[in-house]
C-alpha cells in the first residue's frame, strides 16, 4: 500500500539529511528553518522502513518536546492507517510495530537502556554532556 504523508522538504533536508548514507548527521541551521519538520519526517520514514524499530525525538526538556514536536508528529502520522497515539508516553506506534517516542534531556537517567535505531537531538547544546556518550550511544 501507498502512503502519502503531506511533506514537502526544503532542499537543504534533501541534501543534508533524507539522502544521506552516513551514520551520524549534525546539522545547524537558522531558526524556522524546518529543522524539526524534517527531522519527525525523517524518523517517521525510517519508522515505517524498518519493522519493530524504535526511534526517539529528545529536546533539552519533556514539557518542551511535547510542545514543540508532539502535534506535528501526530499530525503526519495521521495518513497511516492502525497507528497508536499514545498521549500519556508520547508515543506513535507504527503498524509494522515501530514507533517513536518523545522524551527530555532534564532526565536523562530515564533514557538509559532502552535500545533505539535513530535518535533525533533537538537544541543539543542545551543537553546534558553525557547524555550521548554515557547513556543513548
Known amino acids: 500500500m501507498e502512503?502519502?504523508?503531506d511533506y514537502q522538504p526544503r532542499a537543504w533536508s534533501l541534501e543534508h539529511l533524507h539522502n544521506r548514507k552516513e551514520r551520524w548527521i549534525v546539522i545547524v541551521a537558522?531558526?524556522?528553518s524546518g529543522k524539526?519538520?524534517?527531522?519527525?519526517?525523517?524518523?517517521?520514514r525510517d519508522c515505517l522502513r524498518i519493522k519493530e524499530s524504535r526511534f526517539a525525538?529528545?529536546?533539552?526538556?519533556y514539557k518542551q518536546a511535547k510542545n514543540v514536536a508532539w502535534d506535528a508528529l501526530k499530525k503526519i502520522s495521521l495518513p497511516i492507517p492502525d497507528t497508536d497515539v499514545n498521549e500519556v508516553d508520547l508515543r506513535i506506534r507504527y503498524?509494522?510495530?515501530s514507533s517513536i517516542t518523545l522524551y527530555g534531556a532534564d532526565n536523562p537517567?530515564?533514557?538509559?537502556?532502552i535500545t533505539l535505531n535513530g535518535v533525533v537531538f533537538d537544541?543539543?547544546?542545551q543537553h546534558p554532556g553525557?547524555?550521548?556518550?554515557?547513556?543513548?550511544s
Open 36 to 44: 524539526t519538520t524534517a527531522a519527525i519526517n525523517h524518523l517517521q
Open 95 to 97: 503498524p509494522n510495530g
Open 57 to 61: 525525538y529528545i529536546a533539552p526538556f
Open 130 to 136: 553525557n547524555i550521548f556518550t554515557e547513556i543513548i
Open 123 to 125: 537544541e543539543y547544546s
Open 30 to 32: 537558522h531558526r524556522r
Open 3 to 5: 502512503i502519502k504523508i
Open 109 to 113: 537517567d530515564s533514557l538509559r537502556g
